[in-house]
């Protein structure tokens, strides 16, 4: 039987910006996923809003450059781990103008 | 049946539209629309009304916009634009153009995309970045752009592309093979020995003369030229203008033979319009000869550029003629460049103008 814990695992608590939210109507500035790391909580943002991971994400792939990710007050990239129950803050930079 | 007429605005804060009558005398300004995102070109499918809009914001990256209710509502798309892992990543789309079933998009760094679904998913026409020239394309000052897109109106297999600074290409399988299609245009920017190469040219605008899909014209960064056999030869046209550098480039609606430029002072002289006095230049020959065009423009101490994309006609009798500024000001004439107005000002810099005439 596959080894499915993440209904089990707390989820993260994602904070989106609101600039990105007004691309997706109906998308949430704040929302629990599940996910174990950066990239699967991206994952699972396009699978609610299909087309976000294309708005956070290039196709190096990596987060675009003038989007930050803050998990636990550092800057993370797609592979930094998630804690259940972590808050995973994203943010428009101001490199982006 | 009331006819309205339509002018789309790329601009660098979103898209703006404005409306008028078939008399175009009085126009009402909406917008700004797609979030106010950086828009480079601004077009309408006029077999379907829908209107398309290619830009790229430096939060969220590029996408395609797309409104079926002449501006009212959007959204956006960019499911599949995008080139492999590990390569720099597109930046920005810069150009569409509607044609062979589908919606050509051209971005930064050059490249083709296609869309058979309106807009909603792409496909990479990877022939044009298979070139084996690419290795050596250089980019422009505004980056490696794939800036003008010409789909043959009647042969699916053949589509036109403008690249600064690689020149133009065509093919003639679909987008599986390219050329070069330079011949006799200059690059001033190089050695005297050099300056014909078959491929490196700036070209800023490229368009085909209307029923005649062999006659294209190009304004290029060093020069004006007229090509009658579909851009394997270019001839200059840049005698009687009062400079060689420019561009935007409009073709009339229905005469072949009658261009409409926006020559600028020149590259390392300010990039306005010549002794600061605006004029649109019109040839009713080709390129053989060309008249100015200043009733109504401003005459003094005038500093605006006009970016590649910013002039367009519409398809009326007499045809409209439409200019933005680099200074957001935007012009209109009613009567084929005879005379003008100012018809909008204070919008942000206008990148792109493109017209659409709907039958209401």
């Known amino acids: ?97 | 049946m009331a006819t309205k007429v339509l002018v789309l605005l790329g601009t660098k804060k979103g898209v703006f539209i404005l409306e008028s009558d078939a008399e175009r005398r009085s126009f009402t300004l909406r917008g700004p629309f797609c979030e106010t995102w950086p828009m480079n070109h601004v077009i309408a499918d006029p077999a379907i009304g829908t209107i398309y809009a290619g830009g790229g914001d430096a939060w969220f990256g590029p996408a395609v916009w797309k409104s079926d209710d002449l501006g009212a509502s959007w959204s956006h798309s960019s499911a599949g634009l995008a080139y492999q892992e590990g390569e720099e990543p597109i930046k920005a789309v810069w150009s569409l153009a509607p044609g062979h079933g589908g919606l050509y998009a051209g971005v930064e760094p050059a490249g083709l995309f296609k869309s058979g679904d309106g807009g909603q998913s792409w496909g990479h026409v990877a022939g044009l970045r298979d070139h084996p020239t690419r290795p050596h394309w250089q980019p422009g000052g505004a980056g490696l752009i794939l800036h003008s897109l010409i789909p043959h109106p009647d042969d699916e297999r053949q589509v036109w592309v403008g690249i600064s600074s690689a020149g133009v290409f065509h093919t003639t399988d679909g987008g599986d093979s390219w050329a070069p299609r330079n011949r006799g245009t200059r690059c001033d920017f190089l050695p005297e020995e050099q300056r014909y190469p078959e491929y490196g040219q700036c070209v800023h605008c490229l368009v085909m003369a209307q029923g005649m899909s062999d006659r294209l014209y190009q304004q290029n960064h060093c020069g004006m030229y007229r090509s009658e056999d579909g851009g394997r030869h270019w001839d200059s046209i840049e005698a009687g203008l009062p400079s060689t550098f420019g561009f935007p480039a409009a073709v009339h609606p229905r005469e072949p033979e009658t261009l409409y430029l926006l020559p600028l002072n020149g590259d390392i002289a300010g990039r306005y319009v010549p002794d600061a006095r605006a004029a649109v230049w019109r040839t009713r020959d080709g390129g053989d000869t060309w008249e100015a065009l200043r009733e109504g423009l401003p005459q003094k101490n005038v500093f605006f550029g006009v970016l590649r994309q910013a002039m367009a006609t519409d398809r009326l009798e007499p045809a409209g003629v439409y200019f933005g500024t680099n200074t957001g000001t935007l012009f209109a004439s009613a009567d084929e460049g005879e005379s003008w107005r100012c018809i909008a000002q204070h919008l942000p810099l206008i990148t792109s103008v493109e017209t659409l005439v709907v039958e209401a």
């Open chain 1, 1 to 97: 039987m596959p080894n499915d814990d993440s209904r089990a695992r707390p989820p993260v608590v994602v904070m989106l910006p609101a600039a990105l939210v007004r691309l997706f109507p109906g998308a949430m500035r704040r929302l629990e996923l599940p996910a174990s790391t950066v990239g699967e909580m991206i994952d699972a943002l396009d699978a609610r809003w299909p087309g976000m991971r294309d708005r956070l994400c290039d196709s190096r792939p990596a987060i675009r450059r003038h989007i930050n990710v803050f998990v636990e007050g550092r800057r993370a990239t797609l592979d930094t781990r998630l804690a259940p129950g972590t808050e995973v803050t994203v943010l428009t930079a101001i490199s982006g103008g």
